[in-house]
């Protein structure tokens, strides 16, 4: 399971214990995933279930660059850009 960053969970505001997310890969594909909250430390973070399979399925390696866009609207997260690290 990875963690979505501090500032994400703040900015968007996932307030929930879990939390439904879609998201679109650059081909369109939506999953549906489940964002958990977690403590860590002060703050709070987010554990992303599925986001493994995500990343392999689309070529993502760790240290990859990820650009995104957020619809609140249906709660859609879409990658749009990927920049190789």
């Not at 993502?60 to 957020?70: E, K, N, Q, S, Y």
Request: glycine share 10%; charged share 25%.
């Amino acid at each position: 399971m990875q963690r979505m960053s501090a500032n994400v969970v703040r900015i968007v505001g996932f307030k929930n214990k879990v939390y439904e997310l879609k998201v679109t890969n650059m081909n369109g594909k939506t999953i549906d995933m489940n964002l958990k909250r977690q403590k860590n430390g002060d703050g709070v973070r987010c554990a992303i279930e599925g986001w493994p399979m995500f990343m392999q399925e689309n070529g993502i390696r760790v240290g990859d660059t990820l650009h995104f866009r957020f619809l609140c609207e249906g709660n859609v997260l879409i990658l749009s850009q990927v920049d190789a690290g």
